[in-house]
């Protein structure tokens, strides 16, 4: 079974940066295509971004490219994102997830990590 463990996040002051880490574990696949999705109070979740099996196929959420860049360890099965210049839009639980394949909803993804609470405070 296929485990996602984030780390990361709490509270960051507004229009400093963030970094998350996810740690994939378990599963039988050799490469899954993983992502980082986000979800604020009432809003549905919403991609940030997502990278498949090779660093070449990174996917951006709207409006976020140039601020945010996912990244990967595939040796270490971990996946990173460094976000920039965040403000309080960016506040809400991040989560990660993996499937087999490189998706952009969430709706496509069959594990995901608990989440993690990111605060942009003014």
């Known amino acids: 079974q296929v485990r996602l463990v984030e780390s990361g996040g709490g509270s960051v002051q507004s229009g400093g940066s963030l970094m998350l880490s996810c740690a994939l574990s378990?599963?039988?696949?050799?490469?899954?295509?993983m992502a980082w999705f986000r979800q604020a109070p009432g809003k549905e979740r919403a991609l940030v971004a997502a990278?498949?099996?090779?660093?070449?196929?990174?996917y951006y959420g709207r409006s976020l490219e140039g601020r945010v860049t996912i990244s990967r360890d595939y040796a270490k099965n971990i996946m990173f994102l460094q976000m920039n210049d965040v403000t309080s839009e960016d506040t809400g639980v991040y989560y990660c997830?993996?499937?087999?394949?490189?998706?952009?909803?969430?709706?496509?993804?069959?594990?995901w990590g608990s989440g993690t609470q990111v605060t942009v405070s003014t």
């Open positions: 997830a993996a499937d087999r394949g490189v998706w952009l909803s969430h709706y496509e993804y069959d594990y």
């Open positions: 378990g599963g039988t696949e050799e490469n899954y295509g």
């Open positions: 990278i498949g099996w090779t660093p070449d196929r990174t």
